[in-house]
């Protein structure tokens, strides 16, 4: 499928990129007729999110069809975020291109660049935890409320508008974020006994990260059991059948209007979830299960089948749906347009990926090591991803990696620096980080501290 389509926008992505174009088109980019945009965002969607990604329990049957055609970043990320909740950050990135740790640049946003591109453009959504302003710039700019809301009001847009001008279609709902909202016909499709337990899975985590008692972390009791995490991850894979119901929908849409295989289809999560990982339950550590770490699927014209281990930012759908749509990429992003891996032709962007959560976690990883720092408690883990995919080995006690430690430190540092993140890697005093949920206060900094007031409040 899309065959006839992968010239073309091999060719649109060859000009915008400057690369060679292979097929020997020289046609200008601007003459070709634009593919329509379909981005399908889902709140917490993790990296296994989808049977085609490799989890065999959950059935996700039509987003499972563009996994099987698309190509995969097995190792993409949202960078992080200043408050517990991700989502508002990630979906700022996206917006804007640029890290979330520094001012932002004056350049237009995806919302303004797309308009700008001659798209009909609608994001249907979940709203509070989006940037809303932004936001605003689609044309059409909704709430659906549910799964089911949101593909209606996309629907109705391509209805009316398909085949008038490229379409930019952004679907935003609140699936699988719990609590799940799935009609009820959909939770006797998983039984937690038929649910194996996560790899790393823990009754607690072992020492105190900075945020054990957030909300996320308090959505079952401790310690956890196989029975609690096994129903949430029920539940979780009831809500994630839902949506790919709902997004089939507008797949059908699509087709009936005959602008299926002309459209370039992104599927991504805001940000990870730990379901029972290291004793977790939140977004809100740095774990490869954890808050970061995403799914990203890119599929249709122009994109081939494949895979791969180039790291990559959840921020960087913005160039590269510019480059595979042939528009201009706004000066001042800090993503980085992932065409070229795509195309083949780069086996990478960048060669590590730094992640922050709050003051209290910074990580940086490379093709094969981790590592994470908890300045407030003056603690490092180190883990070889190689060998080592699901954290369950932290090696930094080892004296044999002294020095691995310290070139990832200094790695680290360095994106520090170049996102503009003051956040200090040691500090004076740093808290004892024995936990146990025996405690009942656990430590929280001063702002952590504010905010719960202001919840209680
Ligand atoms: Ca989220």
Same mark, same amino acid.
């Given at each position: 499928m899309h065959r006839r389509h992968f010239t073309m926008v091999l060719a649109l992505a060859a000009g915008a990129l400057n690369l060679p174009a292979t097929a020997g088109s020289a046609a200008a980019p601007a003459a070709q007729p634009k593919p329509n945009v379909c981005l399908i965002l889902a709140d917490d969607l993790r990296p296994d999110g989808l049977h085609a990604l490799g989890n065999s329990v959950v059935k996700t049957p039509h987003l499972d069809k563009l996994v099987? #055609?698309?190509?995969?970043?097995?190792? @993409?990320?949202? #960078?992080?975020?200043? &408050? /517990? @909740?991700v989502c508002v950050p990630s979906r700022t990135m996206i917006q804007t291109g640029q890290s979330y740790l520094h001012a932002r640049r004056s350049a237009p946003t995806l919302a303004q660049t797309v308009k700008a591109a001659g798209f009909a453009s609608i994001r249907s959504g979940k709203f509070g935890n989006n940037p809303n302003e932004m936001d605003k710039d689609f044309d059409r700019h909704l709430d659906g409320q549910t799964a089911e809301g949101h593909a209606d009001n996309i629907i109705a847009f391509i209805q009316e508008n398909a085949g008038k001008k490229p379409l930019f279609l952004y679907m935003a709902p609140h699936e699988p974020h719990d609590p799940q909202y799935a009609p009820s016909r959909y939770y006797p499709m998983y039984k937690p006994e038929d649910i194996p337990l996560p790899a790393a899975f823990l009754p607690y985590h072992p020492f105190n990260n900075g945020e054990m008692m957030v909300r996320d972390e308090n959505t079952l009791p401790r310690p956890r059991t196989k029975e609690s995490v096994t129903g949430k991850l029920a539940r979780y894979y009831a809500s994630t059948s839902y949506l790919d119901d709902q997004v089939g929908r507008i797949f059908g849409a699509l087709k009936q209007a005959g602008q299926f295989d002309n459209t370039v289809f992104i599927v991504a999560g805001d940000n990870g979830l730990s379901l029972g990982e290291h004793g977790l339950l939140g977004k809100q550590n740095l774990y490869e299960f954890g808050g970061m770490h995403v799914p990203l699927v890119f599929a249709g014209p122009g994109i081939p089948k494949g895979e791969t281990a180039a790291l990559a930012y959840l921020m960087d759908i913005f160039p590269t749906i510019c480059d595979l749509t042939g528009t201009p990429i706004p000066a001042g992003l800090d993503a980085k347009s992932l065409a070229p891996v795509i195309a083949g032709k780069a086996s990478k962007v960048r060669a590590c990926v730094f992640t922050a959560y709050r003051h209290v976690q910074r990580a940086i990883r490379d093709d094969r090591w981790k590592l994470i720092r908890y300045p407030q408690i003056d603690k490092t883990q180190l883990f070889d991803l190689q060998n080592d995919p699901h954290e369950m080995n932290d090696l930094a006690g080892k004296a044999e990696f002294a020095d691995r430690i310290k070139e990832l430190t200094a790695l680290?540092? !360095?994106?520090? !620096?170049e996102y503009g993140d003051g956040c /200090?890697? &040691? &500090? @004076?005093n740093p808290r004892n980080g024995a936990w146990s949920p025996e405690v009942k206060e656990p430590w929280v900094g001063p702002k952590a501290k504010r905010e719960k007031q202001k919840k209680r409040s």
């Open positions: 099987q #055609q698309g190509f995969i970043f097995r190792c @993409a990320y949202t #960078q992080g975020s200043n &408050v /517990p @909740a680290l540092e !360095k994106s520090q !620096k /200090p890697l &040691v &500090v @004076a």
